[in-house]
């Protein structure tokens, strides 16, 4: 379940987003501020978020194998309690913000 973006799919992401940013007629960049700069600041914010959610996903993997029972991974079992522990980490994430 974990996503996997390479450095220039990032990149192009970041691109993508300084584009439309720049088309909205109400977004003004402070002075000074320029593409290549503003790419890396989405470019880390990207690279966060998803170490973010890495980091939850290993939480849950563990959460499982801690399990009494042996869940086999990929196993119907395995994947109802992947979601549910999931949507649990994620809405405590959500509860902190």
Do not use: C
């Amino acid at each position: 379940m974990t996503v996997r973006l390479s450095r220039a799919k990032i990149n192009r992401i970041a691109d993508i987003v300084i584009e439309l940013l720049q088309q909205l007629d109400y977004v003004d960049f402070p002075p000074g501020v320029d593409a290549p700069s503003l790419r890396v600041t989405i470019r880390k914010a990207i690279e966060k978020e998803l170490r973010m959610y890495q980091e939850i996903e290993e939480k849950v993997v563990q959460k499982i194998h801690s399990q009494r029972k042996t869940v086999v991974e990929g196993s119907r079992e395995w994947d109802i309690l992947f979601r549910k522990y999931y949507n649990e980490e994620i809405s405590k994430l959500n509860k902190n913000l």
